[in-house]
């Protein structure tokens, strides 16, 4: 496994696509309507948003193994400024599960929101999800739950 996170082109829109319509991979989402629709008419607001604003309260990158020179899955940070913390966001293709791509790809975030600055990330992992272990093997730990999800967070200082 070679992985590195890739900024997607405008273009390559169409993984992300792919990702949020893919009914096993998005199954974790079930409970709040499964699958997403990301049609094409939404990409360019959507891109400018994440990817062509610079920003520090929003990251988002493809994770792409060079070695099979395919896009595997997606990684992000944002701002909830409501809250006043940074949410991260993993989502790898169902076929690549359990195959080490999280890991690395969470690691790697980790990394970089450090470098930008931030103390903390949380994320929020619907009950039904098993990424949790995978969060909490990382040193993310658990700060809250109720009856739909488990949020957990990491200190990065």
């Known amino acids: 496994m ?12 169409v993984f992300r696509q792919k990702l949020m319509l893919d009914e096993d991979t998005m199954s974790y989402n079930k409970a709040y309507g499964g699958t997403i629709e ?18 520090k309260d929003y990251f988002y990158r493809y994770i792409f193994d060079k070695n099979i020179n395919e896009f595997v899955g997606e990684i992000s940070y944002r701002k909830d400024k409501q809250e006043d913390c940074y ?27 450090k ?32 009856n739909e999800f488990t949020r957990v967070k990491i200190d990065l200082k």
């Open 2 to 13: 070679n992985v590195i996170l890739k900024k997607p082109t405008f273009d390559e829109l």
């Open 38 to 55: 990301f049609p094409k008419e939404n990409w360019a607001n959507w891109y400018k948003h994440w990817i062509l604003d610079d920003s």
């Open 87 to 113: 949410i991260c966001s993993i989502i790898i293709l169902h076929k690549y599960r359990n195959k080490g791509y999280g890991k690395k790809a969470l690691t790697m975030l980790c990394d970089i929101a």
């Open 115 to 146: 470098q930008n600055g931030i103390n903390s990330l949380f994320d929020n992992i619907a009950l039904n999800n098993p990424s949790l272990s995978l969060f909490l093997k990382l040193g993310f730990k658990i700060c809250y739950q109720n």
